[in-house]
């Protein structure tokens, strides 16, 4: 059985509408699937219809970001209820906290550089103000010919540390895992081979740390980090006693992810997180 459980839309960052994303899951072979748009379940109701429709068996979900150990970390919940009102709550919050940090990155890019237009210019990828992106900005950045590559946008301008880097005062891990657990869902630690820590260790003590407030799952295969990682965060989940969770993170065609479905399969001896979870179908 082909699963998987990290997915974005163009709800978020990524660039098919729900219903097409759904299609090309089904063309990969999935018979099981999350839709995990970036601090927001507004897809939700558009993949779980397509999927009800193509046959497969659909979690409704979502990355949330979060502050941690100085980083931004992410926390997929999965099979939550979108209709909860403090969800909602939860979930404006956070699209007011991405707005508001575009318009303070588009200020950097026109102080540091005379670069104009950028908020708007983001905001016409981002197709909302919902869920605005530093991915929006690097589409926009490379659209105009001021980067190269979609790549040299994130490492000139975005990525932390550099110059139109703008600090975003996330909710905690702990707030996050409260709101999923709230609306029924369970909470993976998502990717968690790919933060950049001060120490290596740190990740590990995140997963002890997420384990302490509750976490349910941490992902042991991912599309976004190495075979190395999902190998040592297999081990993560056997020590501390987790669900393991997979998913590709596929963004758009040509990008750098495998195709839904396709990241590595899971340890047979770990239990899925998918056997927890009430499936749509
Ligand atoms: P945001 O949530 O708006 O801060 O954007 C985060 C998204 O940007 C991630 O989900 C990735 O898709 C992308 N991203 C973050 N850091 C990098 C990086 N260093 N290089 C390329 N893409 C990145
Ligand atoms: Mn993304
Ligand atoms: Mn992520
Ligand atoms: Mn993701």
């Given at each position: 059985m082909i699963i998987d459980l990290h997915m974005h839309s163009?709800?978020?960052?990524?660039?098919?509408p729900p219903r097409e994303l759904v299609a090309l899951a089904k063309e990969s072979g999935v018979s099981l699937m999350a839709l995990t748009d970036h601090d927001t379940m507004a897809g939700v109701p558009e993949a779980a219809e397509a999927a009800r429709s193509a046959g497969i068996g659909f979690v409704p979900g979502v990355e949330i970001s979060t502050a941690w150990g100085g980083q931004t970390v992410h926390i997929v919940g999965l099979g939550?209820?979108?209709?909860d009102a403090e969800a909602e709550r939860f979930f404006a919050g956070a699209s007011t906290l991405r707005d508001k940090r575009g318009q303070r990155i588009a200020e950097k890019f026109e102080k540091l550089?005379?670069?104009?237009?950028s908020y708007e210019g983001a905001l016409s990828f981002a197709g909302?103000?919902?869920?605005?992106?530093?991915t929006h900005f690097a589409r926009w950045l490379l659209r105009e010919g001021i980067v190269k590559t979609y790549q040299e946008a994130f490492d000139r301008f975005?990525?932390?540390?550099?110059?139109?880097f703008v600090q975003t005062d996330w909710p905690s891990v702990a707030e996050a895992v409260a709101i999923i657990h709230r609306t029924g869902g369970l909470a993976v630690i998502a990717h968690p081979g790919r933060y950049h820590f001060d120490s290596e260790w740190m990740s590990d003590e995140l997963c002890r740390d997420f384990r302490r407030m509750g976490g349910d799952a941490i992902e042991?295969?991912?599309?976004?980090?190495s075979p190395a990682a999902d190998l040592h965060f297999a081990q993560v989940a056997r020590d501390l006693g987790f669900l393991a969770s997979a998913g590709s993170d596929w963004h758009s065609p040509g990008g750098t992810r495998p195709a839904p479905g396709h990241q590595a399969p899971i340890p047979d001896d770990l239990t899925p997180v998918w056997d927890k979870l009430r499936i749509g179908r």
């Amino acid at each position: 059985m082909i699963i998987d459980l990290h997915m974005h839309s163009n709800v978020s960052d990524g660039s098919l509408p729900p219903r097409e994303l759904v299609a090309l899951a089904k063309e990969s072979g999935v018979s099981l699937m999350a839709l995990t748009d970036h601090d927001t379940m507004a897809g939700v109701p558009e993949a779980a219809e397509a999927a009800r429709s193509a046959g497969i068996g659909f979690v409704p979900g979502v990355e949330i970001s979060t502050a941690w150990g100085g980083q931004t970390v992410h926390i997929v919940g999965l099979g939550l209820d979108a209709d909860d009102a403090e969800a909602e709550r939860f979930f404006a919050g956070a699209s007011t906290l991405r707005d508001k940090r575009g318009q303070r990155i588009a200020e950097k890019f026109e102080k540091l550089y005379g670069i104009r237009g950028s908020y708007e210019g983001a905001l016409s990828f981002a197709g909302n103000r919902e869920n605005l992106s530093r991915t929006h900005f690097a589409r926009w950045l490379l659209r105009e010919g001021i980067v190269k590559t979609y790549q040299e946008a994130f490492d000139r301008f975005l990525r932390t540390g550099r110059p139109c880097f703008v600090q975003t005062d996330w909710p905690s891990v702990a707030e996050a895992v409260a709101i999923i657990h709230r609306t029924g869902g369970l909470a993976v630690i998502a990717h968690p081979g790919r933060y950049h820590f001060d120490s290596e260790w740190m990740s590990d003590e995140l997963c002890r740390d997420f384990r302490r407030m509750g976490g349910d799952a941490i992902e042991v295969s991912s599309g976004s980090q190495s075979p190395a990682a999902d190998l040592h965060f297999a081990q993560v989940a056997r020590d501390l006693g987790f669900l393991a969770s997979a998913g590709s993170d596929w963004h758009s065609p040509g990008g750098t992810r495998p195709a839904p479905g396709h990241q590595a399969p899971i340890p047979d001896d770990l239990t899925p997180v998918w056997d927890k979870l009430r499936i749509g179908r």
